[in-house]
C-alpha cells in the first residue's frame, strides 16, 4: 500500500510538469556514464516512455561515452 501512495504521490507532483510540457517537444540527453548502469538507464527509457504516452514529444539524444571518447582520441 506504501507504495501505491508513493507512487500516486510522484504522479501528482509530476502533473504540473505534464500539463506544462504536453505537446512540447522535451530533448533528453543520456550522457555515456549512464549506459555502463543497465537499471539506471532502464529506469530512464521507462520515465521517457511515460513522457510520450502523457503527450510529451521526448527526443533521445546520446551524449556520448568512453567508447566514443577513444575513438575520438585515436582519431586524433
Do not use: C, R
Amino acid at each position: 500500500m506504501d507504495e501505491a501512495i508513493s507512487k500516486a504521490q510522484g504522479l501528482v507532483e509530476a502533473l504540473g510538469y505534464i500539463q506544462h510540457f504536453h505537446d512540447k517537444t522535451v530533448v533528453v540527453k543520456i550522457g555515456g556514464s549512464i549506459m555502463d548502469d543497465e537499471q539506471v538507464l532502464a529506469n530512464i527509457l521507462t520515465d521517457i516512455a511515460f513522457m510520450n504516452y502523457v503527450g510529451m514529444q521526448p527526443v533521445l539524444v546520446h551524449g556520448g561515452g568512453k567508447a566514443i571518447n577513444e575513438a575520438m582520441e585515436k582519431a586524433g
